[in-house]
């Protein structure tokens, strides 16, 4: 899988697109096939975002698999079809601009 850790202040996702590319080119490095869109991945994460309220003070995990396989095997040409995307958002407010606690 390939993921990324986004951060969200005052409405906006710090850095959207320098994460978006860095995951896409992290997909295409391990060889993903059917990926979603930027359109796709932006409109899940803002949809994610407003379905919790989150505007201020969250983090997410948005995590790109290479998707359903037919088998246990590692090997992509067992994959049934295109990638899973997971959002995984969280409260996690900052105390400070280098404080982060990963308790």
Known sequence: AAWEGLRVYRGKILSLERHLRRLFKSAKALGFQNVHTKSQVME?????LAANGM?????????????????SSMNPKFNV?????????EWKPTEGATTYDNT
């Not at 899940?44 to 994610?48: D, K, L, P, S, V």
């Not at 079809?81 to 958002?89: D, E, H, N, Q, V």
């Open 44 to 48: 899940a994460i803002f949809r994610t």
């Open 81 to 89: 079809y295109g990638t899973t995307l997971i959002i995984l958002p």
């Open 55 to 71: 505007r201020d003070g969250a983090h997410m995990r948005l995590t790109l698999t290479r998707g359903e396989k037919c088998t």
